[in-house]
């Protein structure tokens, strides 16, 4: 069964990191009008924080195994069938948008990178750097699409995740304790970074205890172990914890971009992940369809918002001119030139921003992701002989952040 409250989650958390890069992008858009410098940004506030819809998605990610898990045959097909799920579903969205940035560097910058050193040398190669960033290995830079190191993390979870599948079920709580425990023992000797340049950074990361932490909340939902109130408490508490956190949260560190964010919001997205799904699983949740329909588009949306949002800021001051130019008052003209006297200009950039991005995701999602989870679930049937839904590929988030 596909849960609708964990797709409004999905929702939820790619909007939050849509929000967090609007900020940026309203940042970069007050910069470049010299007017504007005692102009603050209206996206702030908790905004700011909003890349902690990537600590959401992890723990998602980590719910979401474990659910669509709960019914597998076993080592050997099901493992095989989970992965070619996973990479599928994972890899042509990614490189649909992955292409397209590397194009836009190789035309403005002539190749795909645009990460030096402060030396302005050159960190990595431009061979290499587009190989990694498009099979989502670790590099010591974000892949050419910056939201991919994410992904990254989301790869290096289904293969531990699937080697966990080897164990009979029962050991499977076992298995996830261990690895959170090689984990921790791994980032407190120092085996970690912000961006995980190596595979041992990348497999110490903390990250990965937030898809512990959801995977934990699958076992309780797929177990039923949701007695009385318990799922409204947990989806109460996580909810309050998590909003304290989008406002308190310091600005970003190296502590709060490792650790920080695993101990802030991983507690509370498991806890809102687990309330909402055991309370739908016994029909005491009723999803807005909306939230839905947009966790649905999550990840497309998660890959495509920042080359939306940008071609948006460089678009408004050129309509915004061009406008000027044909008769247009200069007063009304401003309204598309960010950091123009007033508020109105922000807003309307930002409202432009939204739905945008919310418009390139469903045309991405119809016309491009749909067809292929379609395509590649027969594909799956055909390979692995298997009529039933049990490694179904529901659509994943995506994973920007800072």
């Given at each position: 069964?596909?849960?609708?409250?964990?797709?409004?989650?999905?929702?939820i958390?790619?909007?939050?990191?849509?929000?967090?890069?609007?900020?940026?992008?309203?940042n970069?858009?007050?910069?470049?009008?010299?007017?504007?410098?005692?102009?603050?940004?209206?996206?702030?506030?908790?905004?700011?924080?909003?890349?902690?819809?990537?600590?959401?998605?992890?723990?998602?990610?980590?719910?979401?195994?474990?659910?669509?898990?709960?019914?597998?045959?076993?080592?050997?097909?099901?493992?095989?069938?989970?992965?070619?799920?996973?990479?599928?579903?994972?890899?042509?969205?990614?490189?649909?948008?992955?292409a397209?940035?590397?194009?836009?560097?190789?035309?403005?910058?002539?190749?795909?990178?645009?990460?030096?050193?402060?030396?302005?040398?050159?960190?990595?190669?431009?061979?290499?750097?587009?190989?990694?960033?498009?099979?989502?290995?670790p590099?010591?830079?974000?892949?050419?699409?910056?939201?991919?190191w994410?992904?990254?993390?989301e790869?290096?979870?289904?293969?531990?995740?699937?080697?966990?599948?080897?164990?009979?079920?029962?050991?499977?709580?076992?298995?996830?304790?261990?690895?959170g425990?090689?984990?921790?023992?791994?980032?407190?000797?120092?085996?970690?970074?912000?961006?995980?340049?190596?595979?041992?950074?990348?497999?110490?990361?903390?990250?990965?205890?937030?898809?512990?932490?959801?995977?934990?909340?699958?076992?309780?939902?797929?177990?039923?172990?949701?007695?009385?109130?318990?799922?409204?408490?947990?989806?109460?508490?996580?909810?309050?914890?998590?909003?304290?956190?989008?406002?308190?949260?310091?600005?970003?560190t190296?502590?709060?971009?490792?650790?920080?964010?695993v101990?802030?919001?991983?507690?509370p997205?498991?806890?809102?992940?687990?309330?909402?799904?055991?309370?739908?699983?016994?029909?005491?949740?009723?999803?807005?369809?909306?939230?839905?329909?947009?966790?649905?588009?999550?990840?497309?949306?998660?890959?495509?918002?920042?080359?939306?949002?940008?071609?948006?800021?460089?678009?408004?001051?050129?309509?915004?001119?061009?406008?000027?130019?044909?008769?247009?008052?200069?007063?009304?003209?401003d309204?598309?030139?960010?950091?123009?006297?007033?508020?109105?200009?922000?807003?309307?950039?930002?409202?432009?921003?939204?739905?945008?991005?919310?418009?390139?995701?469903?045309?991405?999602?119809?016309?491009?992701?749909?067809?292929?989870?379609?395509?590649?679930?027969?594909?799956?049937?055909?390979?692995?002989?298997s009529?039933?839904?049990?490694?179904?590929?529901?659509?994943?988030?995506?994973?920007?952040?800072?």
């Open positions: 069964m596909k849960l609708q409250s964990v797709q409004m989650l999905r929702g958390a790619a909007l939050l990191v849509l929000f967090y890069h609007i900020v940026s992008i309203e970069l858009a007050l910069t470049e009008n010299p007017t504007s410098a005692d102009i603050e940004p209206l996206m702030a506030g908790i905004w700011m924080n909003g890349y902690a819809g990537v600590d959401l998605f992890f723990v998602i990610s980590g719910f979401i195994m474990v659910y669509v898990t709960s019914a597998g045959r076993g080592a050997g097909a099901s493992i095989a069938e989970f992965l070619f799920a996973r990479i599928t579903r994972i890899y042509p969205v990614w490189w649909l948008f992955a397209i940035m590397a194009g836009y560097y190789f035309v403005t910058l002539g190749g795909p990178t645009r990460f030096y050193s402060e030396e302005n040398t050159q960190i990595v190669s431009n061979s290499w750097h587009l190989a990694a960033s498009f099979f989502l290995l590099q010591p830079t974000h892949p050419v699409l910056g939201v991919g994410t992904l990254v993390h790869m290096q979870f289904y293969i531990v995740f699937a080697v966990l599948l080897l164990l009979p079920r029962r050991w499977l709580a076992l298995g996830l304790l261990v690895w425990g090689a984990v921790i023992a791994g980032a407190l000797t120092g085996q970690t970074a912000v961006l995980a340049g190596t595979m041992s950074e990348l497999f110490f990361s903390p990250l990965s205890l937030e898809f512990i932490m959801g995977a934990f909340a699958g076992l309780a939902v797929s177990n039923r172990l949701s007695p009385g109130m318990v799922p409204w408490l947990a989806l109460a508490l996580g909810l309050v914890a998590f909003i304290a956190g989008l406002a308190l949260q310091p600005a970003p190296e502590f709060t971009l490792i650790w920080g964010r101990l802030v919001y991983g507690p997205c498991a806890l809102m992940i687990y309330g909402v799904a055991a309370l739908e699983a016994r029909g005491d949740f009723a999803t807005p369809r909306v939230l839905a329909a947009v966790g649905d588009w999550s990840y497309a949306l998660y890959l495509s918002h920042f080359l939306t949002i940008g071609a948006v800021r460089r678009l408004f001051p050129v309509v915004g001119n061009h406008l000027e130019a044909w008769g247009l008052p200069s007063q009304l003209a309204l598309l030139r960010p950091g123009s006297a007033g508020i109105w200009d922000n807003i309307l950039l930002n409202i432009a921003c939204v739905f945008a991005a919310i418009l390139v995701s469903w045309l991405t999602y119809r016309l491009f992701e749909r067809p292929l989870i379609g395509f590649f679930n027969g594909w799956r049937r055909r390979l692995f002989r009529n039933e839904d049990r490694f179904r590929p529901a659509p994943v988030y995506a994973t920007a952040a800072p």
